[in-house]
């Protein structure tokens, strides 16, 4: 296996949302990563979130299917779960029981809220989280509600991708200290992180306005997209003084004295209804001949469909298709240790035997716990 976290395994107790999204990255990048199913679910092929790992399907309510858990974490360097707080220690497999059984784990916990606090119990989705941190009230238009920006914010950058620094950071640790230990990843925490940069504006003075308004929430003209003649958008990023006015060039209004003050609040919302009127007299191929490669901070409003075949896209291999199915390649991308190609995931549970043999399991034992309803 290649990888940079080649030699590294981790259990990971089946879930929904940013869980699975941090096993997938932990496994794009080399990690063995064991999937462990509630018996009976059923999991499509098509899943992006689970590719690349073996899974095993048990009745994790018998004492039987906790102990195979038990024996596959005391062989593992890490294990997620993104349950509420309280539910993996009701199960018999809390962060005490396994750390006593091996001291070096790494125990990482996914929650919405938290493992502590007046909302630890309550359900709750990635809006909820983005809107209790502060950061949905941010996100829309001028004028308009809170929009949620679907869940990339929330479940997989303050989530699942928090929690697979976090691991790493932690067996790391690990690694030169011998001793595991427990890390409590929240989305609301999360979120809070992802705006410090905002936080930081605020504080300078430089955010002072409500969502809609500001330097990069569709506020400024020179930051925003723009609806094309043939119905399709580009996008804006001109910010740097150097970017704008190149844009200002290529746009013939190097010389419009109205738009040479770019910083100037009071104006932009004349200023965007100018460029969405000169936007709207080309179509979108037509203004990336003009704008592509020109150091204006520009590109194309790609759709789902359209971007895997974009001519940089492909260049970089920014999507592949396996097993019929396109996705997002890994990423980063490593120079010594490239990442693992993705595979798709096989039928739930179908990796059993072959896991319980590692940990010991003869044939008559596997077999008995099939015929007891154990193992899937």
Same mark, same amino acid.
């Given at each position: 296996?290649?990888?940079?976290?080649?030699?590294?395994?981790?259990?990971?107790?089946?879930?929904?949302?940013?869980?699975?999204?941090?096993?997938?990255?932990?496994?794009?990048?080399?990690?063995?990563?064991?999937?462990?199913?509630?018996?009976?679910?059923?999991?499509?092929?098509?899943?992006?979130?689970?590719?690349?790992?073996?899974?095993?399907?048990?009745?994790?309510?018998?004492?039987?299917?906790?102990?195979?858990?038990?024996?596959?974490?005391?062989?593992?360097?890490?294990?997620?779960?993104?349950?509420?707080?309280?539910?993996?220690?009701?199960?018999?497999?809390?962060?005490?029981?396994?750390?006593?059984?091996?001291?070096?784990?790494?125990?990482?916990?996914?929650?919405?809220?938290?493992?502590?606090?007046?909302?630890?119990?309550?359900?709750?989705?990635?809006?909820?989280?983005?809107?209790?941190?502060?950061?949905?009230?941010?996100?829309?238009?001028?004028?308009?509600?809170?929009?949620?920006?679907?869940?990339?914010?929330?479940?997989?950058?303050?989530?699942?991708?928090?929690?697979?620094?976090?691991?790493?950071?932690?067996?790391?640790?690990?690694?030169?200290?011998?001793?595991?230990?427990?890390?409590?990843?929240?989305?609301?925490?999360?979120?809070?992180?992802?705006?410090?940069?905002?936080?930081?504006?605020?504080?300078?003075?430089?955010?002072?306005?409500?969502?809609?308004?500001?330097?990069?929430?569709?506020?400024?003209? *020179?930051?925003? $997209?723009? =609806?094309?003649?043939?119905?399709?958008?580009? %996008?804006? !990023? @001109?910010?740097?003084?150097?970017?704008?006015?190149?844009?200002?060039?290529?746009?013939?209004?190097?010389?419009?004295?109205?738009?040479?003050?770019?910083?100037?609040?009071?104006?932009?919302?004349?200023?965007?209804?100018?460029?969405?009127?000169?936007?709207?007299?080309?179509?979108?191929?037509?203004?990336?001949?003009?704008?592509?490669?020109?150091?204006?901070?520009?590109?194309?409003?790609?759709?789902?469909?359209?971007?895997?075949?974009?001519?940089?896209?492909?260049?970089?291999?920014?999507?592949?298709?396996?097993?019929?199915?396109?996705?997002?390649?890994?990423?980063?991308? *490593?120079?010594? $240790?490239? =990442?693992?190609?993705?595979?798709?995931?096989? %039928?739930? !549970? @179908?990796?059993?035997?072959?896991?319980?043999?590692?940990?010991?399991?003869?044939?008559?034992?596997?077999?008995?716990?099939?015929?007891?309803?154990?193992?899937?």
């Amino acid at each position: 296996m290649t990888g940079v976290l080649s030699g590294v395994r981790i259990v990971e107790l089946a879930g929904i949302g940013p869980a699975p999204f941090c096993g997938m990255m932990l496994a794009d990048h080399g990690a063995e990563v064991i999937r462990v199913e509630r018996l009976g679910t059923r999991q499509s092929p098509k899943d992006i979130l689970r590719r690349s790992r073996r899974s095993i399907a048990l009745d994790l309510k018998s004492a039987a299917g906790v102990r195979i858990v038990r024996d596959l974490a005391i062989s593992a360097d890490g294990l997620i779960e993104g349950f509420r707080p309280g539910v993996t220690e009701r199960m018999g497999l809390g962060p005490e029981i396994l750390l006593a059984d091996n001291p070096r784990l790494v125990y990482g916990r996914m929650t919405g809220w938290g493992q502590e606090g007046p909302y630890a119990l309550d359900a709750g989705h990635d809006i909820n989280y983005l809107a209790l941190a502060g950061a949905l009230d941010m996100l829309g238009r001028a004028g308009g509600k809170p929009t949620p920006p679907i869940n990339l914010v929330g479940d997989f950058g303050a989530g699942g991708m928090l929690l697979a620094f976090g691991m790493v950071s932690a067996i790391l640790h690990a690694g030169r200290t011998g001793r595991g230990q427990v890390i409590d990843c929240s989305i609301l925490d999360g979120t809070a992180v992802l705006m410090s940069l905002i936080w930081a504006l605020r504080a300078e003075g430089r955010w002072p306005g409500a969502r809609g308004t500001n330097l990069l929430d569709s506020g400024a003209h *020179f930051y925003e $997209t723009y =609806a094309t003649a043939d119905g399709k958008f580009v %996008s804006i !990023g @001109s910010i740097e003084p150097q970017f704008y006015a190149r844009l200002r060039e290529l746009l013939g209004l190097d010389s419009d004295p109205d738009f040479d003050a770019q910083m100037d609040r009071s104006r932009w919302p004349l200023l965007k209804e100018r460029l969405a009127q000169l936007f709207s007299t080309r179509t979108c191929a037509e203004w990336c001949a003009l704008l592509e490669h020109q150091e204006v901070c520009f590109a194309p409003v790609l759709s789902m469909g359209e971007a895997p075949s974009h001519p940089h896209n492909q260049h970089r291999g920014l999507f592949v298709e396996t097993g019929g199915v396109v996705q997002p390649a890994p990423a980063p991308r *490593f120079s010594a $240790t490239p =990442a693992v190609e993705p595979t798709m995931p096989g %039928s739930t !549970g @179908s990796d059993a035997s072959a896991l319980l043999r590692t940990l010991g399991y003869n044939v008559e034992r596997i077999d008995e716990l099939r015929r007891l309803g154990v193992v899937g």
